[in-house]
């Protein structure tokens, strides 16, 4: 027979292993109980500050490649180009009326047909304000038209029209006339003044176009001849 088992020796034999992860209970003085869990846990406020650190980041990251996108659009291809107006042709009816200082016919008209067209270099359209066209002889303005408002679109030409009348009558208190109807020949200019806007979403430009053009009225050939203009844009 075998000698019997002493009663601590069959409890060290059923004691079941620790479990690898346990909590701790510790009771300090003051009768206060702490709990201490195994392995590395991060708190509740520290996983909210770096919830706070990582969000942060990507809208300054996100903010910052828009601004660049923005800007690289801005300069490129929404930065605000130049439109440039053109005189395409002018014609003069009723030049008849100015044969010689000795014969004119005071109750005549001239008509001035101007064709004047506005490129648009731009991705947006160029949207323009009522405009005006004057006529100018030594140094007078002897007659004055209203352009409607309009709009060039994107990248495209707008084309207009104006029609100028002058009345004989103004033209005879001009001084310089008689000597200008022997040589045969009117020094005229024609200004044309046009105020717009280039909308390009969070950028917006004025436009300021102007144009002066000098030419000379042949009168024995009823022509316009040696026309010089000169165009000026402001933005």
């Known amino acids: 027979m075998s000698p019997p088992q002493s009663p601590n020796s069959s409890r060290d034999q059923v004691r079941p292993l620790a479990p690898s992860s346990h909590r701790i209970h510790i009771e300090n003085e003051e009768g206060v109980n702490y ?3 195994s392995g590395i846990e991060l708190s509740k406020k520290q996983r909210r500050r770096r919830r706070c650190i990582k969000c942060c980041g990507c809208c300054g990251v996100t903010t910052i490649i828009i601004g660049i996108v923005i800007l690289i659009l801005a300069l490129t291809v929404f930065k605000v180009k130049d439109p440039t107006i053109r005189m395409n042709s002018i014609r003069f009816e009723g030049l008849s009326s100015l044969t010689s200082s000795s014969n004119l016919q005071t109750n005549m008209n001239i008509t001035v047909s101007a064709d004047i067209s506005i490129k648009n270099p731009n991705a947006v359209s160029f949207k323009f304000k009522p405009a005006t066209a004057s006529l100018i002889y030594s140094d007078r303005i002897i007659a004055e038209a209203m ?9 495209r030409t707008f084309s207009m029209n104006v029609n100028v009348m002058v009345m004989v009558e103004k033209l005879i208190v ?26 390009l979403g969070v950028i917006k430009k004025s436009v300021d176009i102007r144009m002066n053009c000098n ?4 009168l024995q050939r009823q022509d316009v001849k040696d026309i010089d203009c000169e165009r000026k844009v402001s933005l």
């Not at 001009?174 to 909308?199: F, H, Q, W, Y």
Request: charged share 20%; net charge positive; hydrophobic share 40%.
């Open 215 to 218: 030419m000379v009225v042949d």
């Open 35 to 37: 709990t201490s869990t």
């Open 174 to 199: 001009i001084p310089r006339l008689s000597s200008d109807l022997i040589a045969g020949e009117l020094p005229i200019s024609m200004s044309t003044n046009i105020n717009g806007k280039v909308n």
């Open 147 to 155: 352009l409607p408002r309009g709009s060039a679109r994107a990248r």
